[in-house]
C-alpha cells in the first residue's frame, strides 16, 4: 500500500473501495448488455437487437476493465491489423535476409553470417566489460553507418573493439588470442550486439 493510500482515513479508503466496486459492476453489466444485444441481433438475423461486434472474448476483456467498452452503444472497433506472418516477426539476417534462429539466446544465421545478442547476453560471450565498452562506444557515436540492424532495420553503430592480456574481460581470452581486435556493430534501440563472419572467428558463437 502507498503512503498516501495508508495515510486516507478509513472511512475515505472505504468509499473509494466502494466507488471502485460500482465502476466494477457497472462495467460487467454494461458488457453483459452488449453481449445480450448481439445475441438478439444473431438469432433474429438483425431484426432485433444491435450488431456490436461484440464477441464473447470482448465481453469478458470488457467485464475486466481490459478492453474499454464504446460510449452509446456503439459497436466495437475493428480490431488493429495483425501481421499474420510469424516469420515476419521474426528478425533477419542483415547479410542474406533468412530468419535468424534461436540459439542459446543468441539470434543465429543458418547460412554463418553472424550472429546478434541483446547485451545482456553478449555478457556471456564477450564478458561485462568488454559489452559495456560496446555499449558506451554506440551510445557515444554520432553516426550509425553499419548494416541494417536485425530487428528494427535501422543502421547499426560499428565498433571497433581491442582487447590484450591485460583486459579484464578474461571471456575474451577463452579459447581465443589472448591479444586481438574485432569489429562489431551495435544497435542503441534494440541494444544489441551483431557478431558478423569475421568477428565469429574471433569470439566463437555459444
Ligand atoms: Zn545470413
Ligand atoms: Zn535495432
Request: a negative charge; aromatic letters at 4%; hydrophobic letters at 35%.
Amino acid at each position: 500500500m502507498t503512503e498516501q493510500a495508508s495515510g486516507r482515513s478509513f472511512g475515505a479508503r472505504l468509499r473509494a473501495d466502494v466507488e471502485q466496486t460500482k465502476a466494477d459492476v457497472e462495467r460487467g453489466v454494461e458488457a453483459l448488455r452488449r453481449d445480450l444485444e448481439q445475441t438478439k441481433a444473431h438469432l433474429t438475423g438483425g431484426r432485433a437487437g444491435a450488431d456490436l461486434d461484440q464477441t464473447a472474448g470482448d465481453t469478458v476483456l470488457q467485464a475486466l476493465g481490459r478492453e474499454p467498452i464504446p460510449q452509446d452503444g456503439a459497436p466495437n472497433p475493428e480490431p488493429e491489423a495483425v501481421r499474420l506472418d510469424p516469420e515476419e516477426a521474426l528478425p533477419h539476417c542483415t547479410e542474406c535476409e533468412q530468419a535468424l534462429v534461436n540459439e542459446e539466446a543468441c539470434w543465429v544465421c543458418v547460412e554463418g553470417h553472424g550472429h546478434a545478442a541483446i547485451y545482456s547476453v553478449a555478457t556471456g560471450l564477450i564478458g561485462p566489460v568488454a559489452v559495456h565498452a560496446v555499449q558506451t562506444a554506440a551510445e557515444e557515436a554520432t553516426e550509425a553507418d553499419g548494416r541494417a540492424c536485425p530487428f528494427c532495420a535501422g543502421a547499426m553503430v560499428v565498433i571497433d573493439l581491442e582487447w590484450d592480456e591485460t583486459d579484464t574481460s578474461a571471456l575474451l581470452h577463452q579459447g581465443g588470442p589472448q591479444r586481438g581486435h574485432a569489429q562489431l556493430e551495435a544497435c542503441t534501440v534494440d541494444r544489441l550486439i551483431w557478431f558478423d563472419r569475421e568477428s565469429a572467428d574471433v569470439i566463437p558463437p555459444p
